[in-house]
């Protein structure tokens, strides 16, 4: 029987909250505040802050992910349920004869941000085989071995605690299961540093507070960056979850990597 996490037995022990060491109790609440702060111009700000890449790089990640039918696919930190609506729209594109069977279930700890993905896949007609569960990654409330997809993206660093995190999104998957996390990295190539350095230091937070008013909120999401593992550290940590065959591919001069692992 699986144990469950609970950030009461956890309280004790600190972690990262941008360059703020917390309790984990408190860090479940304060990344909370943040996207209850965020939600209804979360979307907005993700082209704003990445120039639009965002979307390229999950272009990139559907690739990965090769949506098909007949699969249970979960999208874990889901948020405003852009993967999953993006693997709908390929299947509707690029398979219309064979996108029956693709049961998708969002998992996210916020509820704001699940009602609005409710609401944008209500807007393009996906209603049935869509589940929304409220709950943190740490503690999914799906059965285990039922998984064939489980996808984190940029939801990873805002976990309170990784380890468990991993550890349940292995335990979901069926054997031959696939996992991938598309995640803002901190390894960026020398030419490139001092210029993101600049970027995300001074104009992403001025952004936030021009777009949302909230410029506290997105300079977290610049500092949990930072404290964000490199990619090799990523995917040793995803080996110890259990996973095996595990690669990483970094995209825009090691902005974000791409990571893969398998249950086998």
């Known amino acids: 029987m699986k144990k469950t996490y609970t950030t009461d037995s956890a ?8 360059y703020r060491r917390v309790s984990r109790r408190e860090h479940t609440t304060l990344v909370s505040d943040v996207f209850q702060s965020v939600a209804y111009k979360y979307d907005l700000m993700n082209d704003l802050m990445s120039g639009g890449l965002h979307r390229l ?4 990640l559907i690739n990965y992910i090769n949506p098909r039918s007949h699969v249970q696919f979960l999208d874990v930190a889901a948020g405003t349920g852009d993967i999953t609506l993006k693997c709908l729209d390929y299947l ?7 996108s029956k069977g693709f049961n998708a279930t969002l998992c996210d700890p916020n509820n704001s941000m699940l009602k609005i993905a409710r609401e944008k896949a209500a807007d393009r007609g996906y209603v049935k085989g869509i589940e929304y569960i409220t709950a943190p990654a740490e503690n999914i409330p799906i059965e285990d071995l ?21 550890s349940e999104m292995h335990r979901v998957l069926k054997f031959g299961g696939h996992f991938l996390c598309l995640e803002f990295s901190p390894e960026i190539i020398p030419t ?12 992403l937070p001025w952004l936030g507070k021009i777009v949302t008013q909230d410029r506290e909120s997105y300079q977290y999401l610049v500092e949990s960056i930072r404290k964000f593992p490199k990619p090799d550290i990523l995917a040793e940590e995803i080996k110890r979850a259990g996973f095996s065959n595990i690669n ?12 893969s692992g398998w249950r086998i």
């Open 248 to 259: 990483y591919h970094t995209l825009s001069g090691g902005i974000v990597a791409i990571h």
């Open 192 to 203: 490139l540093a001092p210029l993101y350095e600049s970027y995300s230091k001074h104009i």
């Open 92 to 98: 509707q594109k690029e398979r219309p004869k064979n």
């Open 57 to 60: 790089w999950k272009k990139i």
């Open 146 to 166: 039922s998984i064939d997809i489980c996808v984190i993206s940029f939801g990873l660093r805002n976990v309170t605690d990784r380890s468990t995190s991993l």
């Open 11 to 18: 309280s004790n022990y600190e972690t990262n909250f941008g």
